[in-house]
């Protein structure tokens, strides 16, 4: 980047919901005088409709980070659920700005509820994750898979082709169609994908001046929620393949002499594939120690089976 005038090249899949989460990068920059533009490329996730779990979590972040690494963008806006847990050294993520809603949303036909869903009903998710707590929840639904962009989810329900689908709340929020959400999902019946809800903005690990602008975008109390929730997932993926639900916040508390202070509450669970078990555990932390909140309470999950958990299934 040379001088103040040159826009700032953002990187972008096409898809509605990522141009529409970029931009508010995008809108965010210009405000505080920084021009920007959206730059889309294509990822071999949009091209390959197979189930996520077939191609791979890193599809849709690969292509935007060869951008960056070749200087075709300057950074690049991912949803941070996407990213793999494993650093790359040739990046840097200076801004996690404000999450939205990080919970899970169910849209059902008749604007049913998931506990007035009768048995038998078809419910479509794309991730493992959820299909283990639903079936966890011992309702009787029977789980489809579902891929597509998210009109084209919304649609197999309008279209009756599904009773329900599960998706992200974030991302309902994110294109204008909260109205189409049936039932929030409370964590207590679905914990959500670690950092869901949260955008990472990243550049090239070298480029401190433009490190500099992107911080004035981050919310240090998602850094810290998502922090937690990272590091627990990637503590999990090392040691057990199941699937991995979590949530952080930010809270205030009070001490004895009145005094506020910030803690982090972390809420995490470890289900099996076909629903028959879920492993949950819980912690606090303070904001600054979020990465040692997520390792303790990984350590608890691993402690009360977690890595069974799914070797019984293989």
Do not use: W
């Not at 109205?179 to 914990?191: F, H, K």
């Not at 509450?265 to 949950?280: E, F, Q, T």
Request: net charge negative; hydrophobic share 45%.
């Amino acid at each position: 980047m040379s001088d103040a005038d040159t826009p700032i090249r953002i990187g972008t899949r096409a898809s509605l919901l990522a141009r529409t989460q970029a931009g508010t990068i995008r809108d965010a920059l210009i405000a505080k005088g920084h021009p920007a533009e959206l730059v889309f490329i294509s990822t071999e996730g949009d091209r390959n409709q197979g189930p996520i779990a077939d191609i791979g979590v890193g599809v849709f972040t690969a292509a935007l980070r060869e951008a960056i690494a070749d200087g075709r963008v300057d950074a690049a806006v991912h949803s941070y659920k996407d990213l793999p847990t494993a650093v790359d050294e040739r990046f840097t993520i200076p801004a996690i700005p404000r999450r939205e809603d990080p919970r899970d949303a169910l849209v059902a036909r008749d604007r049913l509820v998931l506990g007035e869903l009768p048995a038998g009903s078809t419910v479509g998710t794309s991730s493992p994750r959820r299909a283990a707590q639903l079936r966890a929840l011992g309702l009787g639904l029977e789980i489809r898979p579902l891929r597509g962009n998210l009109d084209t989810r919304l649609n197999r329900v309008g279209n009756g082709e599904l009773d329900g689908i599960v998706v992200a709340r974030a991302g309902l929020a994110r294109i204008g169609r909260l109205g189409d959400v049936t039932e929030t999902l409370e964590p207590v019946q679905m914990l959500p994908a670690p950092a869901q809800g949260a955008l990472a903005v990243e550049c090239r690990a070298g480029d401190t001046g433009l490190i500099a602008l992107l911080a004035e975008l981050d919310d240090a109390d998602t850094r810290a929620a998502v922090t937690a929730e990272r590091v627990l997932l990637a503590e999990l993926e090392a040691g057990c393949s199941a699937p991995v639900g979590a949530i952080a916040e930010v809270v205030e508390s009070i001490d004895e002499d009145g005094r506020v202070f910030e803690e982090v509450s972390l809420r995490a669970c470890v289900a099996a594939l076909d629903g028959s078990d879920v492993i949950r555990a819980s912690g606090i932390g303070t904001p600054g120690r979020a990465a040692d909140l997520g390792v303790s309470v990984a350590a608890e999950l691993f402690e009360l089976g977690a890595r069974e958990l799914i070797a019984d299934h293989h």
